[in-house]
């Protein structure tokens, strides 16, 4: 069975200013990158035998770090973007809360039914992650994974794995850096966002 190691990358300036992020490529602020040598030395003891990261800069300066240290596969898929935002892209998300309290809430209690406003459903980046997962899964059989992904994406990414709620994806977004081991559900189970409790 793949063990996936989900990683959260260092804060951005955006993050400590709670703004969305979305698909804006934005760095690591000097905090992110304490926040990721601290994250490294803490993984020092971990078995991970290849990391994967999403098109962000954050995501792969945070990538490389981890990678530094280990002999490992270091790849880039397109597939670990973050949820497009749309419209929201930039904002503050009390910007958003006080705009639109009504998707706020939906957001907060049934995410899976959310689309930004010209951005891209949760339910859509579910799937489009779902299946870099399957396919991962089978790749490295026996190995630990690294995914590094920003929120709300990594929450996407854990519920996909372990075949659980999605939950609150606002308190995702305001997430600090972090990691933690996933263990994945049966291979080849077919999972929908909208129909898991």
């Not at 999403?54 to 490389?64: I, L, N, V």
């Not at 929201?88 to 009504?102: I, M, N």
């Not at 794995?161 to 933690?180: F, M, N, R, T, Y």
Request: hydrophobic residues 40%; charged residues 25%.
């Amino acid at each position: 069975m793949t063990r996936f190691l989900l990683v959260r990358p260092g804060a951005t300036d955006f993050d400590e200013q709670g703004r969305l992020k979305g698909t804006l490529d934005i760095p690591l602020s000097t905090c992110g990158v304490q926040q990721v040598d601290k994250l490294v030395a803490e993984l020092a003891a971990e078995q991970i035998d290849a990391v994967y990261f999403g098109p962000c800069e954050c995501c792969r300066q945070t990538a490389e770090k981890l990678a530094a240290t280990r002999k490992v596969r270091l790849k880039m898929l397109p597939e670990l973007q973050n949820i497009d935002h749309g419209l929201w892209a930039g904002k503050l998300v009390e910007e958003v809360r006080h705009a639109q309290p009504k998707v706020y809430r939906q957001w907060q209690e049934h995410p899976e039914t959310v689309c930004p406003p010209e951005g891209e459903s949760v339910a859509d980046a579910f799937s489009r992650i779902s299946a870099v997962i399957d396919r991962l899964s089978w790749k490295h059989r026996g190995q630990g994974v690294a995914l590094v992904a920003v929120e709300p994406l990594s929450s996407l990414i854990r519920s996909a794995i372990e075949g659980s709620p999605v939950g609150d994806l606002w308190k995702a977004v305001c997430a600090p850096a972090g990691w933690q081991w996933v263990e994945p559900r049966v291979v080849g189970e077919p999972q929908s966002v909208s129909s898991r409790s």
